[in-house]
């Protein structure tokens, strides 16, 4: 199968059906054999029933449902585990991106680029609740992670299947995307899209999403830059503990010999607590270099597509 489109649904009866119909005319056209998976996230509406009608009546959809709500990352997690196609398409379900951008995102795959991400140049959001809150998260995930995307959030992009799918997903971790496809040495380019304002359902983002993206942050920049030197991320980790307990315990030991002073168990307690919580940390880096070195991980399949990508198979005669 040489394409596979996924799209979370969250409460969007309204838009399932224009979405699916917009979907197939912009792709159909294309003479590719391809399949669309709706994602429904655990919709308290008719999304579900809508999608399953026109499931029913296109072999081509396959609707996979979540019993709660779970998010969008999970659900877009889903979907690309199941798809079944050479190259992966992501988007929203609230007809904010255009399914007549999609042939383009093909063309760029075809160029032979890894990942395609789409960027909202002209985006139809509010300015104080989205517009400025997504500028200032661009620019500040771009400066953590070294990887300048103008427009993290937009859901329209598009894999390599063995690409994305080595790539672990959860939270709000679809956004960083881009940054975590660095450790394989994927190819990227960014391209314009159009953008929509919603007709349909209200809007599932808010500046609520604000504090998860900052952890989903912290957490990126730690994988991208330690994945395979856990040992390095602990130590460094444990530089200030072991500075503390050497200072407490010389403080405590240096007091009753220079100047005859009484010795201070709390200090030298503090110095005993951090020296271990050192030894913890170092003992946490030998065995995240085990796990690493021995486990059979995503991180382990990036490690393989990257050499595949630096020393091609050769071909048989």
């Not at 951008?101 to 104080?128: M, S």
């Amino acid at each position: 199968m040489d394409l596979s489109i996924v799209v979370p649904l969250y409460n969007e009866r309204g838009n399932v059906n224009p979405l699916y119909s917009g979907i197939v005319d912009a792709v159909a056209p294309l003479g590719i054999d391809y399949e669309i998976l709706f994602i429904d996230d655990g919709s308290t509406d008719t999304t579900f029933a809508n999608a399953c009608a026109l499931a029913a009546e296109d072999h081509r959809l396959r609707v996979i449902r979540f019993r709660r709500n779970c998010g969008q990352t999970a659900a877009m997690a889903a979907g690309i585990d199941h798809a079944r196609g050479t190259i992966v398409l992501t988007m929203d379900g609230d007809l904010q991106n255009d399914p007549a951008d999609i042939p383009e995102f093909l063309k760029k795959i075809n160029e032979g680029y890894d990942i395609v991400v789409g960027w909202r140049y002209n985006r139809q959001d509010k300015l104080v609740t989205r517009k400025i809150p997504s500028r200032i998260a661009n620019w500040l995930i771009g400066k953590v992670t070294g990887i300048p995307i103008k427009d993290n959030g937009c859901s329209l992009k598009a894999f390599r299947a063995k690409v994305i799918k080595a790539i672990p997903l959860y939270s709000e971790m679809h956004r960083f995307i881009p940054a975590m496809t660095s450790l394989a040495g994927a190819r990227l380019i960014e391209i314009k899209v159009r953008h929509h304002a919603r007709k349909h359902g209200v809007s599932k983002y808010g500046l609520s999403r604000i504090y998860k993206v900052l952890l989903d942050l912290l957490v990126t920049k730690t994988i991208v830059s330690f994945a395979a030197r856990p040992l390095l991320w602990f130590s460094v980790l444990a530089l200030p503990a072991v500075v503390t307990s050497i200072v407490a315990l010389f403080i405590s030991i240096y007091g009753p010999l220079a100047t005859s002073s009484t010795f201070s168990v709390p200090i030298a307690g503090v110095g005993v607590l951090f020296g271990a919580l050192t030894v913890i940390l170092l003992l946490g880096g030998v065995l995240g270099e085990l796990v690493y070195k021995t486990g059979d991980t995503r991180l382990d399949k990036l490690s393989f597509l990257t050499a595949e990508r630096l020393q091609p198979r050769a071909k048989t005669q």
